[in-house]
């Protein structure tokens, strides 16, 4: 009887050890350097932009980006959705903004009256922001919901609306 037992929970543990695992180490958010490029495939897709505003060694984009946005962008079913980048504030780094000018990404930020990291923007192809802005985060589960309806409802600013009426070809 114990050998049956200890057999079926070597069996077990071995059958648990073949099921691939989740991970979302290779997965990462374009870090973006050419807004106005972003802003011009924003437009052909009539996607929004999820441009989050973080820093290098910040603990809350970290958690930001391995518990809500890597799994995201795993999962598939954002890709029509809205286009993610990110643009770190802290390294000094230059991006071309989306009248095509190059300048600091912090200078950027400050911009559009970003102070906080992580920040997410949800702006349209010409950088205007198209839903309210999320700052911080403190419930993932929480989090995640509210995200998806942000999400959605800046989609719907950019995507033609339905009209239901049916339009016949001659």
């Given at each position: 009887m114990v050998r049956n037992l200890?057999?079926?929970c070597l069996v077990g543990f071995f059958l648990l050890l073949s099921f691939p695992t989740f991970?979302?180490?290779g997965i990462r958010i374009p870090v973006t350097t050419d807004l106005q490029k972003d802003g011009r495939l924003s437009s052909q897709r009539q996607l929004p932009i999820l441009l989050m505003i973080s820093?290098?060694?910040c603990?809350?984009?970290d958690l930001m980006k391995q518990e809500v946005?890597?799994?995201m962008m795993l999962s598939g079913e954002?890709?029509?959705k809205v286009i993610m980048r990110e643009i770190l504030i802290d390294l000094g780094q230059d991006i071309t903004?989306?009248?095509?000018q190059r300048e600091d990404a912090s200078h950027f930020a400050h911009g559009y009256d970003?102070?906080?990291s992580p920040t997410l923007l949800f702006l349209n192809g010409e950088g205007s922001e198209v839903r309210k802005r999320m700052i911080g985060i403190n419930t993932v589960e929480m989090f995640s919901f509210y995200l998806d309806a942000a999400i959605d409802e800046a989609l719907a600013e950019l995507k033609p609306r339905e009209t239901g009426k049916s339009v016949v070809q001659p």
């Open positions: 200890t057999i079926g991970s979302t180490e820093q290098d060694h603990p809350f984009c946005l890597h799994p954002y890709e029509e903004n989306f009248e095509g970003v102070h906080l």
